[in-house]
């Protein structure tokens, strides 16, 4: 008798058609269904529906979790839909593939086989119309050179990279990551990096030397990581990055922007300011002592009128010396062009 709780036939059947018969691996879609040449009856298949958490314990079991019940683990819930090639992966690599990451898989699965039928449009079109906003949670650590380019690629992409922040968007950010672990490595004498994926965040970590990332715009060498800055600090993807020492240890952490609460999550170097402040005169900037940039949110509706409100906020963040991010959400675009030929050093994001 087997101590293996598999799937019934029935539901391997659900997990298989609730995803379209379409491999769930991110940025497969493979079809896993289709006529056989064998006869006019005949059916071709190589699909195969995996366990997230494995159907028994021991050796060679991924993701075995000992609290599930038998019905738990046998349920339509536990199982994805792939084709034999990436089932065969995920059945190797637990750590890569995580619980997280499989659900997930699961749920853009079904969602986008759901968009397919109900918009009758393609696999990669389902894919893009899917709002898939937060990025999936994960952390990996490595220490040393040599697989830096999947390890990071891969945790990217498993993450949901690509789906939330669009694939220009990853691109950018795997460069500037990877050129940031290579220095941190070569130059930087680190012995570990770690890479975490928040919801709204990428954090990387190095326990090097202290190395602020401006320094690669500074060089001016026309070389990888300098590129790569370069890339990432010119983006027009409302991608930021910031920095800080802390504990002898680098931290980098990286978010896209869609909303001044996402500039409060970044970093606490910001400064959310109403009309009354503009007015009153009560802005205290001296709380930005410690910040290498500040990103500044004005308020909305800001008119030509108020341009005298912003030369004397202009004025203020002078004195400071630091590198200056203003975040706008509906402001007139002359007025926005009047601000960016005003002040050419500023960073002007709209969210």
């Known amino acids: 008798m087997s101590e293996r709780d598999d799937f019934s036939e029935a539901t391997k059947k659900i ?6 018969y379409l491999c769930s691996f991110l940025g497969c879609g493979q079809l896993t269904l289709g006529p056989s040449n064998e006869s006019s009856t005949s059916i071709s298949k190589n699909g195969m529906a995996c366990h997230i958490s494995a159907a028994s314990p021991g050796r060679g079991s991924r993701r075995y979790n000992f609290e599930m019940s038998i019905e738990e683990r046998t349920h339509a819930n536990n ?7 990436h089932g065969k992966l995920i059945d190797d690599d ?12 699961k749920e853009i699965a079904e969602q986008t086989a759901k968009i397919m039928q109900e918009r009758k449009c393609t696999y990669e079109d389902a894919i893009s119309i899917y709002n898939f906003s937060n990025l999936i949670t994960d952390k990996i650590s ?3 050179l040599g697989h830096e380019t999947e390890i990071i690629g891969n945790t990217l992409k498993d993450c949901c990279t690509e789906i939330s922040w669009g694939k220009k968007s990853e691109n950018i950010t795997r460069d500037y990551l990877i050129e940031l672990a290579r220095n941190a490595f070569i130059h ?9 994926i928040l919801e709204d965040k990428i954090i990387l970590i190095d326990n090097g030397n202290e190395f602020n990332p401006k320094k690669l715009l500074e060089s001016k060498k026309i070389r990888g990581g300098f590129i790569a800055a370069e890339t990432f600090q010119n983006n027009d993807c409302n991608l930021v990055a910031t920095y800080k020492r802390d504990y002898n240890k680098n931290i980098y952490s990286i978010s896209k922007i869609r909303k001044a609460e996402d500039v409060e999550s970044l970093t606490p170097c910001n400064l959310r300011i109403t009309y009354d402040d503009f007015r009153k005169g009560t802005l205290d900037f001296s709380i930005f002592e410690h910040c290498n940039e500040i990103f500044v ?5 800001l008119t030509p009128s108020d341009i005298g409100l912003i030369i004397n906020l202009r004025d203020e963040l002078l004195k400071l010396e630091k590198q200056i991010n203003i975040v706008y959400y509906d402001i007139s675009e002359h007025l926005v062009k009047w601000i960016i030929d005003e002040n050419p ?4 994001i709209k969210i």
């Open 345 to 348: 050093y500023w960073r002007i």
């Open 297 to 301: 949110i004005l308020p909305n509706f």
């Open 15 to 20: 997990i298989a058609s609730r995803a379209g």
């Open 188 to 196: 930087g004498s680190a012995t570990e990096i770690e890479l975490e």
């Open 142 to 144: 490595f220490n040393n």
């Open 94 to 105: 637990e750590s890569r593939f995580t619980t997280d990451i499989l659900l997930k898989w």
């Open 79 to 85: 199982g994805i839909w792939m084709c034999y090639d």
